[in-house]
């Protein structure tokens, strides 16, 4: 079955946004015309979260990171201005904890992570640090990449000390 077959039901999207989102997938291996799809896709500025998704995990992996990141960041202004969460950390994280399982948080919540990871890959050390300490302590179940790169930038800079 080719992609240009699959229905997308589950997008709720005009058909346009559809039809470049297949045209993305089709031209994946061109990159610099499979890219130009993805952008027409998001260039509406109320284009719907789906689509964002779908965008930031599209440039994540191609290792546009500077893109992916930027999407990820869209995608989280996008829900916490829809779910009315506050930016400071010491108030947006027992929202997060109490409604984890809401499926918009719970988007929140990958997305932010995701933002640690495009960091960590970006060379943003720090930054990427406190972000996956913050989702690692309301992910207990580590459905998202947090942890695992908490770990692996703990680890890292255990290593560093351990060589000076």
Known sequence: MKTQDLPLSWYDVPSEVKQLLIAAADSWEDTERS???????????????????????????????????????????????????????????????NRREDPAIRLYINAYAVTGLVLARLGAIEAAREITQRVSAIDQRRESCAATVLDVLTHAGDKDEDES
């Open 35 to 97: 890219q130009i799809y993805i952008e027409q896709a998001i260039a509406d500025p109320e284009v719907a979260l789906d689509v964002l998704i779908a965008a930031y995990r599209y440039f994540f992996y191609k290792h546009n990171d500077p893109l992916a990141l930027q999407i990820a960041n869209r995608v989280v202004q996008r829900i916490r201005a829809a779910e009315s969460l506050p930016e400071e950390w010491v108030q947006l994280q027992p929202i997060l904890v």
